[in-house]
């Protein structure tokens, strides 16, 4: 079958423009999502010809309507347009008018789509049809207060021989709204109402800028421990994939991209360790309890640290020696790019270590939008896991995902993708005494499973030492987690396995359901995933659900 060819319309004359008044362009974001799946696209500017693609995605047109007029001849000859929001140039042309103003909340999908609960928003234009186009109306958009009535997720609009699938939310702003915020962090986040997370504490932390709502996107375990529940950016993102992998079987095409994990894999767990207080019987229970684990973990380590031997003895065991950055003033640490190369240095001749690519700040302090990610970038950390939650009540999927991706910068630097890994955390300390206790880590699993993240669990050595319950939890969280099919890496293991999969390109499909691919590394056994036709067989080859679509699977390895 053949494969199909997609094209994603990116205006960049209009996005220079838009850059220079410092207007964001977070829509940017749907490169990322395409190229962690390694999906084959081509990157279309509005002055080219359209009509050799099956599927073209709008990523940003300016309001220009000559764009306008081409696109919609493209559609009448039979060519199908993706949007995400946006096609205001058209919307009158098409018999549109807009319907409510922006709002945050939630969209109910499950009619079509293979989401169970309605997922939260955080940028919407619903239309409403004026004249009689055919259109037909998927799901459901509904404010956080309920009092929108009419306003559908999904216009499928026909017109001539094509169709235009435009969105009513903004997936791809949602998203990065969701995992980074939607301004930078400069004052304090808003406490939640029940008293379990004080965020107002003077203290800029990662979690200030969270868009999730303590009331409506929390549930409780059955000890009534809170929790922020849903990975709703990475649904999101298999929403953009179940949505383009459906197109693409209407037209009788086929698409291929990169499974998440190696062939072996089914899922990955995380434990890392900040090293606060640095006592070295801490960090000697620590060592014993992952040795009889036989679990090698991330150590995030900040001044003055432990003595030689734990270092050796951490390296010997196949750890990871990483930095734990102290920006918080309570503690002597400084906010600033000399400051963080002076504490990188610090931990490389401490412990003997020059490959040290993995950071996580203490208290998660953060400030602004990209600092933190360009002095990874300057000083060659690779990976940085500060998003996660400081409080009891703030656990879970606080920044609705548990997915690696590169984060997207601010207009000043024009939208760009920051080379440094976000590996997120969950939670931190289960059963110390001020914190929540081991309830939530089945639900935690259970999300990640769902889509193929990593259960990221933050453990301080001075806890396991000091709370014996802390031990407990984490002897708990490394057993549930084995016994459900997780393997546990380390935080560069992740980061190694991302990289190796960015440079696999996939060229096509063979008339025998082969990959024609480029970039593979004869190590690593890349998983591949093809679509089947209802009803069709994979021909021995093993079948997998994603998105609610049945997959067969390809596995490569020498290239």
């Known amino acids: 079958m053949e494969m199909a060819k997609i094209g994603i319309l990116f205006d960049k004359d209009d996005a220079e423009v838009r850059w220079s008044e410092g207007i964001n362009l977070f829509e940017l974001f749907l490169f990322e999502i395409l190229d962690h799946y ?19 995605i709008v990523v940003h047109t300016g309001d220009n309507e000559v764009v306008g007029t081409k696109l919609l001849e493209y559609v009448q000859s039979g060519g199908t347009v993706i949007s995400y929001g946006g096609l205001e140039f058209v919307r009158q042309k098409l018999g549109f008018s807009k319907m409510f103003p922006s709002q945050k909340g939630y969209a109910e999908l499950s009619a079509i789509f293979n989401q ?19 259109v037909t109306e998927v799901g ?10 009419g306003a559908s997720a999904l216009q499928k609009i026909k017109y001539g021989l094509g169709t235009i699938e435009r969105w009513s939310i903004a997936i791809p702003q949602t998203i990065v709204g969701l995992q980074q915020g939607i301004q930078p962090v400069f004052q304090d986040g808003t406490p939640a109402p029940d008293g379990t997370a004080n965020l107002d504490e003077d203290i800029l932390k990662a979690e200030d800028g969270f868009e999730l709502n303590w009331v409506l996107d929390r549930e409780h375990t059955e000890t009534g ?52 207080l640095n006592v070295d019987e801490s960090a000697q229970i620590t060592l014993d309890t992952l040795k009889s684990e036989n679990v090698q973990s991330t150590w995030c380590m900040i001044a003055p640290g432990y003595s030689p031997s734990i270092y050796e003895q951490v390296k010997k065991d196949g750890h990871e020696i990483a930095l734990h950055y102290n920006a918080l003033q309570q503690d002597e640490g400084v906010w600033s790019a000399e400051a963080f190369q002076k504490q990188l240095q610090w931990v490389k001749t401490a412990t003997k270590t020059d490959d040290i690519v993995s950071n996580k700040n203490h208290y998660t302090r953060f400030e602004g939008w990209g600092e933190l990610f360009t002095w990874c970038e300057n000083n060659g950390i690779q990976v940085d896991q500060t998003r996660g939650p400081s409080k009891k009540g703030n656990i879970g999927f606080l920044f609705g995902t548990c997915q690696p991706y590169f984060p997207i910068a601010w207009s000043d630097e024009k939208n760009r ?29 259970d999300g990640v499973k769902m889509v193929n993240g990593v259960a990221h669990f933050l453990f301080h050595q001075y806890h396991i030492y000091h709370q014996p319950k802390v031990l407990e ?37 063979s008339h025998s359901g082969g990959i024609k691919a480029t970039g593979l590394d004869g190590v690593n056994d890349f998983v591949f995933l093809i679509p089947l036709l209802e009803g069709h067989t994979a021909d021995g080859e093993e079948i997998v659900k994603k998105f609610g679509i049945s997959f067969k699977q390809v596995k490569v390895k020498d290239s």
Request: aromatic share 12%; no cysteine.
């Open 417 to 445: 993708l920051y080379d440094v890994l976000e590996i997120g955390f969950l939670t931190q300390d289960l059963n110390h005494n001020t914190l929540s206790d081991v309830s939530v880590i089945q639900p935690f699993l």
């Open 116 to 134: 169970s609960i309605p997922l939260r928003f955080l940028y919407v234009d619903p239309w409403k049809q004026e004249e009689e186009f055919e």
């Open 225 to 276: 421990m809170p929790y922020f529940s849903h990975p709703y950016a990475d649904l999101w993102k298999e929403v953009i994939m179940e949505h383009l992998t459906k197109k693409i079987q209407e037209k009788g095409l086929t698409i291929a991209f990169l499974d998440q994990w190696p062939a072996g894999i089914k899922h990955i767990a995380l434990i890392s360790h900040d090293s606060d």
């Open 473 to 509: 939890a984490i002897v708990h969280v490394i057993a549930s987690a084995r016994s459900q099919g997780f393997t546990f890496w380390t935080s560069k293991q992740i980061n190694d396995w991302e990289r190796a999969r960015r440079k696999v390109e996939i060229n096509g499909i």
């Open 140 to 149: 459901s958009v509904v404010d956080e207060a309920k009092t929108w009535e």
């Open 38 to 56: 390694r999906l084959p696209y081509e990157k279309v500017d509005v002055l080219d010809a359209y009509d050799s693609f099956d599927i073209l």
